[in-house]
Nanobody
Framework: QVQLVESGGGLVQPGGSQRLSCTAS????????MAWYRQAPRNPRELVAI???????TYADSVKGRFTISRDNAKNTVYLQMNSLKPEDTAVYYC??????????WGQGTQVTVSS
């Protein structure tokens, strides 16, 4: 059973930075395509960033130039570095892992609140 555990959320001021981490267990991490999603109140869950097994990254337009996704296969961990945070980035952030079979795995989510 694959488990994904996020950490690093919290309260941050506008313009500040935050780094989220997601550590996987129960799977060969390097074969998982990894992604971060987020869901704000009353909004659908949206894709934030993807990193492939080969390290190719893709970002939502709303976070391009501000967020960076990376992975450390030796630590079974994917990161989301968030800079220049805005109040509209406030959401629950979810880690996602996709196996070669297409099966998806989700973390429990971590709250990020951007507010002064």
């Amino acid at each position: 059973q694959v488990q994904l555990v996020e950490s690093g959320g919290g309260l941050v001021q506008p313009g500040g930075s935050q780094r989220l981490s997601c550590t996987a267990s129960g799977a060969i991490f390097r074969v998982l395509g990894m992604a971060w999603y987020r869901q704000a109140p009353r909004n659908p869950r949206e894709l934030v960033a993807i990193i492939s097994t080969g390290g190719t990254t893709t970002y939502a337009d709303s976070v391009k130039g501000r967020f960076t996704i990376s992975r450390d296969n030796a630590k079974n961990t994917v990161y989301l570095q968030m800079n220049s945070l805005k109040p509209e980035d406030t959401a629950v952030y979810y880690c996602n892992g996709q196996a070669p079979s297409g099966r998806n795995y989700w973390g429990q989510g971590t709250q990020v609140t951007v507010s002064s």
